[in-house]
Structures are given as structure tokens and as C-alpha cells.
């Protein structure tokens, strides 16, 4: 496994973080055999939010973690904040408050990593500064970042909030290729050469944020997996031969794809199978070529200019 010092911040987490959005449809000793595979494999990078399960994932992963021999201190928490019941809310208070119950049902003192889950149009980025400040003062966050925020969203929050902004989720994969679409397809007429996200990779690049995909093996937006779809005939076919010639997976070849952008991205893979974990985890071995990587962009539906 390989590890990554998540956007400059001196707070070193695996490439390949473990998402845990469906824990609650596991048992608390089914969650504790997943840290452990997950810690098998090198990942030591968890991923909640306050809303997973109405706050069940986050208890589930505490209670296992206990019962595990995997040490807190040896292993990178973050979680995330801000999407209420039909709304969202990056008020001071919502941000402290969420942050107290999340500690509360990790059973831990601190999350290394606080993200901003979905953009709050009302946002007063005072309040998110004063909340930060307080919440990292006080030793219950180590590192803040957002999720799902466009460059001048960015830039808004930084010219307010002391804290360097450490990271950015942002959907990506074979399927859900906007993100590098209009930098592909600059000066064209394409489809692909619209700019829908304020030319987010490069700004988190030139920043130093690092971006962490999320649903890296969906299409559409969460629509399902894309593995074995028939709509993705080509794609998977491309996926199955490479995967044949590095003895991996078409998952961890899919995987590899996204590690191969010289971004440093740090995906996050959402299984809740142990030996699947496994299998995905192989792709921080997997190097792609160039030609490679735009064969599988293109076997993707995707044309070049």
C-alpha cells in the first residue's frame, strides 16, 4: 500500500481509503472483520459522515474498532458535516454539534480530518472559521477540508478560515468523468468541453488539495455500478483483459485508473466484503501506462479531440 501526505498537512493516510457508508447494514463483529481486512491490506484511511445510517455507521465502527487490535492512533478517522433532514447547514452551531456526536459515536477524542459535506448556499464563512477554529483549538479536529465545492466555493472559504484546506471529494471513476472532460477538451465543440465545475482539478492541484473521489465505481450520479453493466460493454471488456494480464481485478484495474493521474488522488472504495477489500487494494500496485489509461477513458464512451 502506498500513502500519501493528504494535501501537504504532514497527516499521512493510504491512497486508498475505505468508505463506510454502509456499515449499518452489518453486524458490530461483521464491521470489525472489515477494519481488520482493511488493515491487512495497508488502508488506514476511514470515511464517515454524520448522516451514514442516521449516525449508525460511525457507532457501529467505534464499538468494532474496540473489540479490534487496530489502534486509533494508528489509523486516519475523518467524517463529514453539514446535510440535514432536506437542507444544508454550515452554521457555527450545526458544525460543533455534529462534530461532539460524531466523537461521541466513534468513541474518540479527535477526527484527524472534518470535511464540509455539500455546499450551504447561506453559508457566512465567519461562522465556519469560528467553528473550525474552535473545534481544532480545542484538539477534536486535526485537519479540515470540504466536499463537493467548486474552485470559487474554495476560494471563499479560504479567504476566511485559518486552517489550510486539506481536501476535496469530488465523484469521479471510469463512468464519471467530468472532472477531466473539459480540460481534455479545451477549444472544442464536444460535449465534454463544458466547464461544470469551475475547473476543479486543476485549482486543487495548483493548491495543493488533495481530491478524494467518492463513488469511484458508479455511473451516472450513484445510478449503480458500472462493472459488468451491459450499457458499459466495451468498458468492462477493456477492464477484463487488462485485469487478466495483471492478475488483479477489473475493480482494482478500475481503481488503478483513477491512481494513475498524476493528481494524487485518494479514492474511496465503499465495499463491505472483507476479501473484496483485498482485491481492491491490489490496485496501489497496479501501474498503467499512458496509452493505457486514455484506452480505458476512450472504452469508456469517452472521444478525444
Known amino acids: 500500500m502506498e500513502y500519501i501526505d493528504i494535501g501537504g498537512s504532514g497527516l499521512r493516510g493510504s491512497v486508498i481509503t475505505l468508505g463506510c457508508m454502509r456499515l449499518d ?3 458490530e463483529n461483521e464491521v470489525a472483520e472489515l477494519i481488520g481486512a482493511a488493515a491487512d491490506t495497508g488502508i488506514t484511511m476511514f470515511d464517515h459522515a454524520d ?33 440535514r433532514d432536506g437542507f444544508f447547514d454550515f452554521s457555527a452551531d450545526h458544525i460543533r454539534t455534529s462534530v461532539e456526536g460524531s466523537l461521541r459515536r466513534l468513541r474518540t ?11 450551504d448556499t447561506l453559508m457566512e464563512p465567519d461562522e465556519v472559521a469560528a467553528a473550525f477554529d474552535d473545534l481544532v483549538t480545542a484538539g477534536k479536529v486535526r485537519h479540515v477540508g470540504v466536499s463537493n465545492q467548486n474552485p470559487a466555493q474554495l476560494e ?36 465534454g468541453g463544458v466547464v461544470r465545475d469551475g475547473g476543479a482539478l486543476e485549482y486543487c492541484r495548483r493548491h495543493g488539495i488533495t481530491i478524494q473521489p467518492w ?31 495483471v492478475d488483479a481485478t477489473p475493480a482494482a484495474v478500475a481503481i488503478a485508473w483513477i491512481l494513475r493521474h498524476p493528481a494524487r488522488m485518494q479514492p474511496v472504495i465503499g465495499t463491505t466484503k472483507p476479501a473484496r477489500v483485498a482485491e481492491i487494494a491490489r490496485a496501489a500496485e497496479i501501474e498503467l ?16 479531440p
Open 109 to 119: 477524542d479527535y477526527v484527524d480530518l472534518l470535511l464540509l459535506h455539500r455546499p
Open 51 to 83: 448522516i451514514y445510517g442516521g449516525g449508525r455507521c460511525e457507532e457501529k465502527f467505534g464499538a468494532a474498532l474496540a473489540a479490534t487490535s487496530v489502534r486509533r492512533e494508528d489509523i486516519v478517522v475523518q467524517t463529514k458535516c453539514g446535510i
Open 215 to 245: 463513488s469511484v465505481l458508479q455511473h451516472g450520479h450513484i445510478a449503480g455500478t458500472f462493472l459488468g453493466h451491459p450499457d458499459f460493454q466495451q468498458l468492462n471488456d477493456a477492464l477484463g483483459d487488462i485485469a487478466a494480464e
Open 289 to 304: 501506462s499512458r496509452e493505457t489509461w486514455y484506452a480505458l477513458y476512450r472504452a469508456a464512451g469517452n472521444e478525444l
Open 156 to 191: 471563499l472559504l479560504r479567504a476566511h478560515v485559518r486552517q489550510p484546506l486539506v481536501a476535496n471529494q469530488l465523484q469521479f471513476g471510469l463512468a464519471h468523468t467530468l472532472l477531466v472532460d473539459s480540460g481534455l477538451n479545451v477549444n472544442t465543440g464536444f460535449a
Open 25 to 27: 447494514q452489518l453486524a
